[in-house]
């Protein structure tokens, strides 16, 4: 495992990548290629990077729940879960099923 400082310099390295890309180049590593190789904490940081741009993409801040929940960061998960529910986005009820179902089995955890 890499050193605290390593892995500030990892992210920052990383940070610079992102700002570097197109977004929809960013989503689609983060989904298509950290998330599916279970590299969850790479696809955190692109994750994180888009919704910068775009903080209301509900698939981007379950995706982005998914993946904390899978590094043990739970209350990260629920946070990005409760913001779903905080800005009621009724014009996308799956996703708001999606973060019902995440917060029950975030509670199991």
Not at 17 to 46: C, H, M, W
């Amino acid at each position: 495992m890499a050193s605290v400082e390593e892995q500030k310099r990892q992210t920052e390295l990383l940070n610079q990548f992102f700002e570097a890309q197109p977004l929809n180049y960013v989503f689609t590593l983060a989904d298509e290629n950290f998330s599916k190789y279970k590299r969850y904490r790479v696809a955190i940081a692109g994750f994180s990077h888009y919704l910068k741009s775009w903080p209301d993409d509900v698939s981007i801040r379950l995706n982005l729940a998914v993946a904390y929940n899978q590094v043990g960061m739970y209350e990260a998960a629920e946070d990005a879960v409760d913001y779903v529910f905080a800005h009621k986005w009724r014009h996308f009820p799956d996703g708001m099923d999606v973060a019902r179902n995440w917060t029950a089995l975030m509670q199991n955890n």
